[in-house]
């Protein structure tokens, strides 16, 4: 069994990460038997008093942030000389989404940025910057909320401490705005760089810079142009240049005006899908109109045709013939009558009957037939 820090209230369960200047545990707060992630500095990092005292003050004002994208911080402490931060725990990590996801699409990108953006003015506004925008500090609720965590840490630190002895820096290279790789004074907008490079992350898939080594990664922040999007993603390009602008007077300043921006370009994307599906419309409409077909009937269907034709005969030609044969049966008949009469009128003369009787014999034989048809 691993030996793990000891602290009152708190259970300790596993270890979720080493970083520079402090390992992450999985703990249960005892009381109230909930999950929390325990953030808990390395005691080398605070020999030095006045970086305690700073550090303390900042996680203090962390505590009194309240925000629906800010990580809710439980409790701050100290113990065994090392300085301690409970936190609310979360799981999944927008580096994890964008590794999984490979991209994530604009609609759904745009719309994380704008929560973390929201997050990032109102920290601003009350004096904290971050100094380390990037993927894994970005985590999820289960629902689905983006969360900001490790607010302040850096700015915690004296500047005249080496950082980087331990592996750690003020905010990460590939993530650093222009001044902070020139280590000069900050304020919120270079935050917004730093999401910048993040939202070019996820729409990408890709870092807009990279390098050999760290030098060659803020060299190209110092000195390369705003990254440009390849493909479809350029008629995003406008967000990109405005919140990674070289030079921090050109980038957005609120929120309001990166939501402003964000609209706009999806509007135009709307307007433009638009306009292509009504032009797809109106060229299958006329491609319909225009098209000729030519089919090529197989064996069964001339066969079919075939039979078709010698079971279904023309209507003029049948009833013509059917006339025909209804004159030549109407005409015998008439024949044979004529004939049944001229011999009936012999036989009775014959026999020396006078015609009045002959008329009534034929009158009662026509009469007879009558009734035997009727």
Known sequence: MPEFPVIPGYRIKKLLGRGGMANVYLGVQENLSRMVAIKILIPGMFENRRVSKRFLKEARTLSRLV??????????????????????????????????????????AFHLVLQIADALYYAHSNGIIHRDIKPENILFRKDGTPIILDFGIAKAMDSKTK??????????????????????????????????????????GKLPYTAKDTLGVVMQHLREPVPKLPGDLKKYQLIIDKMMAKNKKNRVRSREGLNQIIKKLLNLESKTRKTKDLKKARQKMIDSKTQVTVLTPSKSDTNKKIKKKKAIKKPGKVDVKSRRKKKSRAK?????????????????????KPISEIFDALVKFFKGIGDSLF
């Open 67 to 108: 925000h629906p994208n800010i990580v809710t911080i439980h409790a701050v402490g100290q113990v065994n000389n090392s300085h301690y931060i409970v936190m609310e725990y979360l799981q999944e990590s927008l580096k994890e989404k964008v590794k999984k996801q490979r991209k994530i699409p604009p609609d759904e």
């Open 163 to 204: 950082l980087t002895k331990t592996g750690m820096s003020i905010g990460t290279p590939q993530y650093m705005s222009p001044e902070q790789c020139n280590a000069q004074k900050l304020d919120g907008r270079s935050d917004i760089y730093s999401l910048g490079v993040v939202l070019y992350e996820m729409l990408t």
């Open 332 to 352: 015998f008949f008439i024949w044979i009558l004529l004939l049944l009469l001229a011999s009936i009128f012999v036989y009775q003369a014959v026999r020396g």
